[in-house]
């Protein structure tokens, strides 16, 4: 069964840039499409950037040009740039996305094989 490992979360002010990754481990099937989540207390889990398998990408229209999502053979990234306080949430990483072309890849019932990870906290403070 496919592993999904998230860090690099962790505490910093609005501005500023945080990297997190995301370790795949287990079955690795490369033609997976992958995707970063966040959720906050309260709210559905939302997806905010994709990659498909040819390196192909998609944003959430609040955080094109700033996140940027990559890969390379075993770890899934997402870099966060000037950080603002709403961007405060569990970041989860996902694999075996549906819907990259349509767009709704964005709700988390498109991980279709419910392959998620534990997540990791980032908290932006103003």
């Known amino acids: 069964r496919l592993q999904l490992a998230e860090s690099g979360g962790g505490s910093v002010q609005a501005g500023g840039s945080l990297r997190l990754s995301c370790a795949v481990s287990?079955?690795?099937?490369?033609?997976?499409?992958m995707a970063w989540y966040r959720q906050v207390p309260g709210k559905e889990r939302e997806g905010v950037a994709a990659?498909?398998?040819?390196?192909n990408t998609k944003y959430d229209w609040t955080v094109k040009g700033r996140f940027t999502i990559s890969k390379s053979a075993n770890t899934l990234y997402l870099e966060i740039n000037a950080l603002k306080p709403e961007d405060t949430a569990k970041y989860y990483c996902a694999a075996g996305i549906t819907g990259f072309m349509d767009g709704t890849w964005r709700q988390p019932s498109a991980v279709y094989y419910g392959y998620w990870g534990q997540g990791t906290q980032v908290t932006v403070s103003s």
């Open positions: 287990g079955y690795t099937n490369q033609g997976y499409a």
């Open positions: 990659i498909d398998s040819d390196g």
